[in-house]
């Protein structure tokens, strides 16, 4: 093997063991929160036009309120689905990337566990989020 193959050989073993399962599964969880915030935004942005536009007419009827955040979230879907698409296409490359860098069960498992907290804190997070957004909702309709 010459100098240059051998010199390459380390950097590809450096550059392949200075994540740790840890890392990793705290950088696949954080992709996948991306991913899940792109649906959960959307959303959350049609409810805040809706929401502006009752403080605005207090008046205007459930039927028009449900008619309007219809098509608002029609008008942001296609967008939202594309965006969606990317970053899923994204956490899938980063998942099979994860598998061929880390073989070993043990480090596997710690990379779900970690991916798992982070989704379900990312979850949590929003859960809080749509709770603060009904309860704005509720004083803006009474």
Partial sequence: MNRTSLCLVLLLTMCSCSKSPEH???????????CLTVRWESDDQCLAEV???????PSMSQQARGAMLNDLKKAKEMDSNQRY?????EFESMRDKIKLDFPAQDDRETIENMYRALEEQCTKEHAKTQEA??????????
Wanted: aromatic residues 4%; proline residues 0%.
């Fill in 24 to 34: 990793a599964g705290t950088e696949i969880g954080e992709k996948r929160c991306e």
């Fill in 51 to 57: 929401l502006e536009a009752v403080k605005k007419d």
């Fill in 133 to 142: 957004v009904a309860k704005e909702w509720m004083r803006a309709t009474q």
């Fill in 85 to 89: 698409s990317a970053c899923n296409k």
